[in-house]
């Protein structure tokens, strides 16, 4: 039975990014600092080839996957999208650190969704059911290495939901251009909803870390 491998990448720096903004639906592009990024990436380290690209429309992404694959296919899937933020949109956790409403936002975020924003459970399902559009594609045009190139906190909340190891959110975390790898079978998704992280993208990442 084959197996599909599908590479999720966080997309580069952005302004708000370096300001420390939450940014959900807010559709800038990279900044400088985040396209020299995406480039020292791909000089020091190794992408994977793949045969598919799937990312999120927002401007960020796509610059992140045309940088990285300009001779590839690539599709955006509106479901990709970042959490929508609501009333914390483009704010600091400076600037928010006295709003009630974010300290139980950040207390705990299951049961406290932003105000006007979207709420962790209806993140989860939109993700998830996005995953798994794109793998039923993978599945129907025998596509068997994929990337998926989309935010920080979705990559976060998809691997917390459907990844092993069984990690929570926080542990998903990963730099800007940089994420996982992981693996799956027609009966591994379908019968358990259920993803293999086998290792880190792009290959030579953890070395370059090391080596700061």
Same mark, same amino acid.
């Given at each position: 039975?084959?197996?599909?491998k599908? =590479?999720f990448?966080r =997309?580069?720096? $952005?302004? *708000?990014?370096?300001?420390?903004?939450?940014?959900?639906?807010?559709?800038e592009? +990279?900044? /400088?600092?985040?396209?020299?990024?995406?480039? =020292?990436?791909m000089?020091?380290?190794d992408?994977?080839?793949? &045969?598919?690209?799937?990312t &999120?429309?927002l401007?960020?992404?796509?610059?992140?996957?045309?940088?990285?694959?300009?001779? $590839?296919?690539?599709?955006?899937?509106a479901?990709?999208?970042?959490?929508?933020?609501?009333?914390?949109?483009?704010k600091?956790?400076?600037?928010?650190?006295?709003?009630?409403?974010?300290?139980k936002?950040?207390?705990?975020?299951? @049961?406290?969704?932003?105000?006007?924003?979207?709420?962790?459970e209806?993140?989860?399902?939109?993700?998830?059911?996005?995953?798994?559009e794109?793998? +039923? @594609?993978?599945?129907?045009?025998?596509?068997?290495?994929?990337?998926?190139?989309? =935010?920080?906190?979705?990559?976060? /909340?998809?691997? *917390? /939901?459907?990844a092993?190891?069984?990690?929570?959110?926080?542990?998903?975390?990963?730099a800007?251009g940089?994420?996982? $790898? /992981?693996?799956? &079978?027609?009966?591994?998704w379908q019968?358990?909803?259920?993803?293999?992280?086998?290792?880190?993208?792009?290959?030579?990442?953890?070395?370059?870390?090391a080596?700061?």
């Amino acid at each position: 039975m084959r197996n599909y491998k599908i =590479h999720f990448i966080r =997309h580069g720096l $952005t302004q *708000a990014n370096l300001e420390g903004r939450y940014i959900g639906r807010t559709d800038e592009p +990279l900044c /400088a600092q985040g396209i020299a990024q995406i480039k =020292h990436l791909m000089e020091e380290c190794d992408y994977p080839k793949v &045969s598919k690209v799937y990312t &999120s429309p927002l401007m960020r992404c796509v610059q992140t996957a045309e940088m990285l694959y300009p001779n $590839t296919q690539i599709k955006e899937v509106a479901e990709l999208l970042e959490m929508d933020m609501g009333k914390f949109e483009g704010k600091t956790a400076e600037e928010l650190k006295d709003n009630p409403d974010f300290l139980k936002w950040l207390e705990n975020a299951v @049961d406290n969704p932003p105000p006007n924003g979207e709420g962790m459970e209806d993140f989860l399902i939109r993700l998830v059911g996005a995953l798994n559009e794109i793998i +039923l @594609d993978m599945m129907e045009n025998e596509i068997f290495d994929a990337a998926i190139v989309t =935010h920080g906190g979705a990559i976060m /909340a998809l691997l *917390a /939901a459907v990844a092993l190891p069984k990690m929570p959110m926080n542990e998903w975390q990963c730099a800007g251009g940089a994420g996982y $790898t /992981a693996i799956t &079978s027609a009966q591994m998704w379908q019968r358990d909803r259920t993803l293999e992280v086998v290792g880190y993208v792009p290959d030579g990442i953890q070395r370059l870390i090391a080596n700061k």
